[in-house]
Nanobody, 127 residues
């Protein structure tokens, strides 16, 4: 089972950027898909973005397309979420998740498909 640790959350003003990192350990990452989900107060957890470790297949929620980018940092061996043009409605606890997907090119967007989860990191967008 892959273990995940998120980092990089914080408080930013609307329009600013933030970069989250997900550090995995304990698995053969080339066989995994990594996803970012978020949960705002009083709401259900929702899909944000996901990518195979190789980076060749990615998926984004409509609400973040054009603003967020998921990518692997080869030097740090992390799966990062670059968040630009942040809005107050992006405020949530952000979770990194992983699923063993093998050679599948289909990116799962349901949280039920992911078996490993990090502890979450708070992102607050407020003026």
């Amino acid at each position: 089972q892959v273990q995940l640790v998120e980092s990089g959350g914080g408080l930013v003003q609307p329009g600013m950027s933030l970069r989250l990192s997900c550090t995995p350990s304990g698995g053969h990452f080339s066989m995994y898909t990594f996803g970012w989900f978020r949960q705002a107060p009083g709401k259900e957890r929702e899909f944000v973005a996901a990518s195979r470790w190789s980076g060749d297949y990615k998926e984004y929620a409509d609400s973040v397309k054009g603003r967020f980018t998921i990518s692997r940092d080869n030097a740090k061996r992390t799966m990062d979420l670059q968040m630009n043009s942040l809005k107050p409605e992006d405020t949530a606890v952000y979770y990194c998740a992983a699923r063993r997907s093998g050679f599948s090119t289909t990116i799962a967007t349901s949280e039920r498909a992911y078996g490993s989860w990090g502890q979450g990191t708070q992102v607050t967008v407020s003026s």
